[in-house]
């Protein structure tokens, strides 16, 4: 009779877990193959699509079979990469319109925290069973993975698929709504401002982030008088393609800009420079160090884009591994093309002058690999307590006044 009732509960515990699993499993489809932007073809998330099927489908078949430490990792790792996933979609909720893949989000957030509960209940159930060594090994082993290898994973997966942010109304009427087309085809928009001093400035946004990011910045330099070019990012606001918050393809991007700007007869094509924040202050970095177009680069939180710049930042195992691991999951499910090259080989390369700002202690490290790799014609400006991007919001007047003199120096007519 016990071993009856031992067999019915691990039964309705496999139900459970396949269940959750099944739920978790049906946002990765709906991600995958109806959420896609234009300019995404259908079977450009079909591989990790395939990964996570196969992965579901073998779990739930062997997951009886597995001993209760082994169910309770299996349960937790895929509780944690749901909870990863379908999270996100509480904030974009909370900040946007409500989508249908919204409600398979938060379906699949549920399932997720099912899963790491059942994770939790399954060594409570069967407590004082078995031995005590691979009890005590395999919660500390469960977490290093999870740290690992379901964190980077689960930032990749997640990723490349994106969420709608609204786009606005643009700042006053002197923004005009633009088009261009980069090279592999996906059309891009943003806003143009002519310039009143002659020069121009493309502003690059952060990952994850439309033209409405870097809107402060780009007012900024209006009321300098500079032309400004904001743009929506690839698979973001009303630009189309694929989403990638550490650049991938962006390069594309920025050359169709620069090539818009270029074709423009009241922009001097001498007098064009770069602003970007995050992500687009690294692929700021990386157009300068590519061409020789660009006069002046302002880059606000220069990190990574790639292996390779991890490499150049660490030699600790420890610190590289997951890196590793995140770029490439996202090379194999085909977010983009990974970097071949640094940004403190690019920053070496270039011939424009850079300002680099970092701000708080985690980019502190960041801005001295760059400064030194750019060497004369670099400067850092390193501000401890500002938040990463914030500077301008935090300290409006000393911001406004040093970036503004950079580009002084640098973009106006001697």
Do not use: C
């Amino acid at each position: 009779m016990l071993s009856q009732l031992r067999s019915r509960t691990r039964s309705t515990e496999a139900l459970v877990f396949s269940a959750a699993v099944v739920v978790a499993l049906a946002h990765a489809f709906d991600d995958a193959f109806l959420l896609n932007t234009a300019g995404v073809p259908l079977t450009q998330h079909a591989l990790a699509a395939g990964v996570a099927l196969v992965a579901s489908v073998l779990a739930i078949v062997r997951y009886d079979s597995l001993r209760p430490g082994l169910r309770a990792a299996t349960a937790f790792v895929f509780g944690v990469l749901a909870v990863i996933n379908g999270g996100r979609h509480v904030h974009h909720i909370a900040t946007a319109d409500l989508t249908a893949n919204d409600v398979t989000g938060v379906l699949e957030l549920g399932a997720g925290v099912v899963l790491i509960g059942l994770a939790a209940w399954i060594p409570f159930r069967h407590r004082g069973e078995g031995r005590w060594l691979p009890r005590l090994i395999v919660p500390p082993l469960v977490l290093v993975a999870i740290w690992a290898i379901g964190m980077p994973v689960g930032m990749a997966l997640t990723d490349i698929h994106s969420l709608e942010k609204p786009v606005g109304q643009a700042p006053n009427a002197a923004y005009k709504t633009v088009h261009f087309t980069a090279s592999d085809g996906v059309k891009l928009e943003g806003w143009y401002r002519p310039s009143r001093n002659g020069a121009t400035v493309l502003v690059i946004p952060g990952g994850g982030s439309n033209r409405m990011g870097p809107l402060r910045h780009a007012k900024m330099l209006e009321r300098r008088g500079y032309g400004v070019l904001v743009y929506d990012a690839r698979g973001l606001g009303h630009s189309e393609g694929t989403p990638n918050s550490y650049g991938w393809d962006w390069d594309k991007d920025i050359d169709a800009a620069l090539a818009y700007l270029k074709g423009r007869d009241e922009v001097d094509p001498s007098r064009i420079g770069a602003l970007g924040l995050s992500t687009g202050a690294d692929m700021a970095v990386d157009a300068a160090g590519r061409r020789s177009d660009l006069a002046a680069v302002v880059a606000d939180g220069t990190a990574a884009i790639g292996y390779h710049d991890i490499e150049e930042y660490t030699s600790k195992t420890l610190n590289r591994a997951p890196m590793w691991l995140l770029f490439k999951t996202m090379e194999v499910i085909r977010a983009g093309s990974a970097p071949k090259v640094s940004l403190a080989d690019r920053i070496a390369d270039a011939r424009a002058p850079h300002l680099l700002i970092s701000a708080g202690a985690s980019e502190k490290e960041w801005g001295e690999l760059y400064d030194r790799a750019g060497g004369s014609r670099t400067e850092l400006w390193y501000l401890p307590k500002a938040g990463h991007t914030a500077a301008l919001k935090q300290y409006p007047a000393q911001y406004e006044e040093r970036v503004s003199a950079f580009f002084d120096r640098n973009l106006r007519a001697r």
